[in-house]
Each structure stands twice: as C-alpha cells, then as structure tokens.
C-alpha cells in the first residue's frame, strides 16, 4: 500500500493561487498514476487532474485546465497541484489518489481506479 498525505490548502481570493502538495510513502516503487480530486459540500467527489507516475503524462477536467497544473517530483515521491485563477466555485476539500501497477488510459480513469487516499485538505475561495 501507499500511503498520502497532502497539505497546502487554505483561504485564499478569488483569482488567487494555491499549491497543494502530496506526499507519498511506503510502495512508491509501485505507483503508476497520481491523480486530484476534490468534493465540495453536498457534492460527490470528482476528478481534477491526473498524471503518470514516470513519463508525467497529465489529463484534466474540463473546469480546472488551463488554470491547474499537475506535476511529480520523483525525488521527493511528491505530487503538486498548482491553482491559479481560482473562483469560488474550486472551493472544496482537495484529496490526492494513487494508482498502483499499470496506467490504465487517463481520459478514462475514475475514483474506483485508485486504491490509496489522502486525507484531504480544505480549500476555501472567496468571491
């Protein structure tokens, strides 16, 4: 298994940036694919953005791309989502996935398809 751990919400602007970051431990040697999603209050939980473990390969939802950027620091066994021009609307708890084994096809990749979560970190935009 692996273990996630993300960090780096908070309060922030509309229009404002926020990076998040993900820390991964225990199997990282495993790790296929990296992904964010996020739930908002009284919403399910959906996805934001996802990218391969070693060729950085990234897919995203259709709200968050070209404001979100995913990347990976292998190092670090580390996960990043950079938020710019962020609206109201992005507010939500922010959870980082991980997919062990194979990369499956990212346009079609689901919250089923990753078996470690994150606790999760607040994110909070004001208008």
Same mark, same amino acid.
């Given at each position: ?7 780096? @919400?908070?309060?922030? #602007? %509309?229009? $404002?940036?926020? *990076?998040?970051?993900? /820390? ?6 495993d =790790?296929?694919?990296? @992904?964010?999603?996020? #739930? %908002?209050? $009284?919403?399910? *939980?959906?996805?934001? /953005? ?5 060729s950085? =390969? ?15 620091d292998? /190092? ?23 997919r062990?084994?194979?990369v499956?096809?990212?346009s ?19 208008s």
């Open positions: 298994q692996v273990q996630l751990g993300e960090s780096g @919400g908070g309060l922030v #602007q %509309a229009g $404002g940036s926020l *990076r998040l970051s993900c /820390a991964a431990s225990g199997r990282t040697m =790790i296929a694919t990296m @992904g964010w999603f996020r #739930q %908002a209050p $009284g919403k399910e *939980r959906e996805f934001v /953005a996802v990218i391969t473990w070693r950085g =390969i990234t897919y995203y939802s259709d709200s968050v791309k070209g404001r979100f950027t995913v990347s990976r292998n /190092a670090k066994n580390t996960v990043y989502l950079q938020m710019n021009s962020l609206k109201p609307e992005d507010t939500a708890v922010y959870y980082c996935a991980a062990l084994g194979t499956k096809a990212l079609q990749m689901q919250r089923a398809d990753f078996g470690s979560w994150g606790q999760g970190t607040q994110v909070t935009v004001s």
